[in-house]
């Protein structure tokens, strides 16, 4: 971040200029106590640096300084957004993990109410009883 004078010596600008500028929206600024504080790829947007012969053709290039602020200012911004994105994967993943283990806990007590578990003599030895009388009286006579 550039004060305000240092802004205006990096673009050959007066301070009144940029402050200008600044009161009208055109440029970004954030106010520290009675000071501007500027970022420089803002400053470079809005105040393109030109040499004087791009000046009388009517040409503009970027500085390199200008790319490489621009550059390292977009970096920047790509690391936080990966971080940003990182971090919301994690929280994915756990949130994936939280549910697995509730489908796993809601199967296991699906199976358990479908099982039976009633007291007392089976169905199967109940029907064998019913269809099968003779083993019913050999029970009885022994």
């Known amino acids: 971040m550039w004060t305000l004078s240092q ?6 600008a007066s301070k009144s200029t940029i402050q200008r500028a600044i009161k009208s929206g055109r ?25 004087s012969h791009q000046r009388s053709v009517g040409q503009t290039e970027t500085r390199p300084d200008y790319d490489a602020v621009v550059l390292k200012s977009e970096l920047a911004a790509s690391k936080e957004i990966n971080a940003m994105l990182e971090c919301q994967i994690d929280d994915l993943k756990h949130q994936r993990d939280e549910w697995k283990e509730q489908a796993k806990q809601q199967g296991q007590t699906t199976q358990r109410l479908l099982e039976d578990h009633r007291a007392g003599p089976s169905l199967k030895s109940f029907f064998q009883s019913l269809f099968n009388p003779l083993n019913t009286r050999k029970r009885q006579t022994d």
């Open 7 to 12: 802004a205006a010596k990096n673009v050959n």
């Open 27 to 51: 440029l970004s600024a954030v106010k520290s106590g009675n000071s501007y504080e500027i970022e420089p790829s803002e400053l470079f947007r809005v105040f393109p640096k030109e040499t």
